[in-house]
C-alpha cells in the first residue's frame, strides 16, 4: 500500500471493493486532500431550474427537448438540497438567473424571486453547505439579448449595476463568488460555431468584442464584490475557464498543429488574457477552472463525439471519450501547474464530469482526475475544492437531455421527474466523507 500524505492516515486497509466503492487494484495507494478542500457538486439555472424566460425557452435542442421544464428544480429545490445532503457534499456551485431578478435596464430586483434564493441559501446554510454563486452561466435577460447582448458595451453597465444589487443582498448569505462561467465556450458558441442562440457563425470580431466587454465586467464585478464582502466570512471571487487541450492526432500533418495552436492562442490565452492579463489580475481573489479533458485533430477534424464520431469507434484509435469529449487527466496536472506559475491565484475546480450511461467508466474518469489534481497539489498548487459536474442529469444545451453527467439521475420520461441516486454518487459520497481517494 502507497499512502500519499497530505494529511497523516491512521486506518488503512486493502479490500476487494475500495473505500469508494469501486473495484480496486491489488496494490492500493491512498491519497489523502487537504483538510478544508471543499468537494462540492454543480448546476446551472437554464439546466436544472425550468420556467426560465431567457434566450434559451424556445430553443429545441438536438433530442428533441426544450429547457422549459428541465429538472423542475425552480419548485423542487428543497429536495435537491437534501440530495446535496445524502452526497455529504460540504459546497454547491449554483447560479442565479438574471433573467428572473431584473425586468429592464437598472431596475429593482424581483423580491418574489430574490425570495426564492434565499431561501434556497437559508436552507444550505441549515445543511452546512457552502454556496459559491454563480453571476452568469450561458444566459441573458429578454432586454439584454435584444439589445445586442454583449456585443453591446452598455451590457457591461447593466450587468454591474445588477450584480451591485444583488450582492447587497445576498452578501448576508454568500462568500463565495463566480463572475462568468466560461466565457470562451459562451462566445464561441454564440457567434463561431452556431450552436448557443442566435446560432451564428464565424464572426470572428464578435467573439472578440463579448470576450473584452465580460472580461471587463468581471473586473468592476470583481472590484465591488470585494469592496463590499460578506458578512459570512472572507468574500472570494473568481470566473471559471474551461480549459481544453487542442492537440494535433499525429505528429506528421502540420496543418493539424497550425489549428490546435490557433485554437489554444484564441480560446485559452486570449481569454485568459482578457480575464487576467495586466492590473485585471489583482481583481480577482481566486481562479475557476473548469476540466474535461482535450479536442485532438485529424486532418483538420476534431475527433470528438460532439462532433457527430462514435466513441467506440474513436476508442479503436486511442481516443478514449465519453459522450462528448476525449478524456486527458494527465492535462489537468499540467494546466493546474501552468496556471500556478503564471498567476499564483488559489484554485477551484469548478466543473469536472463525464457524460455517459456508464458509470464505472465515469468512475474511472473520476479517479484519474482526481489524481491527476492530488499530484498538482503535492506539487503546491494551492487547488481549494472540486465540483462535480453536475448534481444532477439536466438539460445540456444544444444536446438537450441525452447526455447523462448526474451524479443523481432524473428520469426525464416520467413527469414526477423522480431522482434516483446513481453508483458513482454513492462513491462520491464517500470521497466527500473521508477526503480521500483509494487508487
Ligand atoms: C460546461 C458548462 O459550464 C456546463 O453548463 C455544461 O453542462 C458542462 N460543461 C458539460 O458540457
Known amino acids: 500500500m502507497i499512502v500519499s500524505d497530505l494529511e497523516p492516515t491512521d486506518d488503512l486497509r486493502g479490500a476487494a471493493r475500495d473505500r469508494n466503492g469501486f473495484h480496486n487494484a491489488r496494490q492500493e495507494t491512498v491519497l489523502n486532500f487537504p483538510r478544508h478542500f471543499l468537494w462540492g457538486a454543480a448546476t446551472a439555472p437554464t439546466q436544472i431550474e425550468g420556467h426560465v424566460q431567457n434566450e434559451w425557452t424556445n430553443v429545441v435542442a438536438r433530442d428533441g427537448n ?167 466570512g472572507p468574500v472570494g471571487v473568481g470566473f471559471s475557464k474551461n480549459w481544453t487541450w487542442f492537440h494535433p492526432f499525429r505528429n506528421t500533418t502540420p496543418w493539424d498543429h497550425c489549428l490546435a495552436a490557433m485554437c489554444d492562442a484564441i480560446f485559452n490565452q486570449w481569454v485568459l488574457r482578457a480575464f487576467l492579463g495586466g492590473r485585471r489580475k489583482d481583481a480577482s481573489t481566486f481562479l475557476g477552472l473548469n476540466y474535461y479533458g482535450r479536442v485532438r485533430f485529424a486532418n483538420l477534424r476534431a475527433l470528438v463525439p460532439v462532433n457527430g464520431l462514435c466513441p467506440q469507434r474513436l476508442a479503436g484509435m486511442g481516443v478514449v471519450c465519453d459522450d462528448m469529449f476525449e478524456r486527458h487527466p494527465g492535462g489537468l496536472e499540467t494546466i493546474l501547474k501552468r496556471l500556478h506559475r503564471r498567476y499564483g491565484l488559489p484554485v477551484y475546480l469548478t466543473e469536472h464530469g463525464a457524460a455517459s450511461a456508464d458509470d464505472e467508466f465515469r468512475a474511472r474518469d473520476l479517479k484519474e482526475n482526481l489524481a491527476a489534481l492530488h499530484r498538482a497539489i503535492s506539487h503546491g498548487v494551492d487547488v481549494r475544492g472540486f465540483f462535480y459536474w453536475s448534481l444532477l442529469d439536466n438539460f445540456e444545451w444544444q444536446f438537450g437531455f441525452s447526455k447523462k453527467f448526474g451524479l443523481i439521475a432524473v428520469d426525464f420520461s416520467d413527469a414526477k421527474l423522480p431522482r434516483k441516486m446513481k453508483p458513482l454518487g454513492h462513491a462520491y459520497r464517500t470521497l466527500c466523507q473521508e477526503n480521500r481517494l483509494t487508487l
Open 66 to 232: 426544450t429547457c422549459r421544464l428541465a429538472c423542475d428544480s425552480y419548485h423542487r429545490y428543497a429536495e435537491d438540497v437534501e440530495w446535496l445532503v445524502k452526497l455529504g457534499v460540504k459546497a454547491y456551485r449554483m447560479g442565479v438567473e438574471w433573467s428572473r431578478l431584473q425586468s429592464a435596464p437598472g431596475a429593482a430586483l424581483n423580491q418574489k424571486e430574490l425570495a426564492r434564493y434565499c431561501d434556497l441559501l437559508d436552507r444550505l446554510k441549515q445543511a452546512g453547505i457552502e454556496p459559491m454563486v454563480v453571476l452568469h452561466h450561458f444566459s441573458n435577460p429578454p432586454w439584454i439579448t435584444a439589445s445586442g447582448g454583449w456585443l453591446n458595451r452598455k451590457t457591461v453597465d447593466a450587468f454591474v449595476d445588477y450584480v451591485g444589487k444583488l450582492v447587497g443582498v445576498l452578501r448576508g448569505h454568500v462568500r463565495l463568488w463566480n463572475t462568468f462561467n466560461e466565457p470562451d465556450t459562451y462566445a464561441s458558441n454564440t457567434y463561431l460555431l452556431g450552436e448557443f442562440p442566435p446560432f451564428l457563425k464565424r464572426r470572428f470580431l464578435a467573439f472578440r468584442t463579448v470576450i473584452a466587454n465580460m472580461g471587463e465586467a468581471h473586473e468592476r464585478a470583481c472590484r465591488f464584490i470585494r469592496a463590499q464582502g460578506s458578512e459570512v
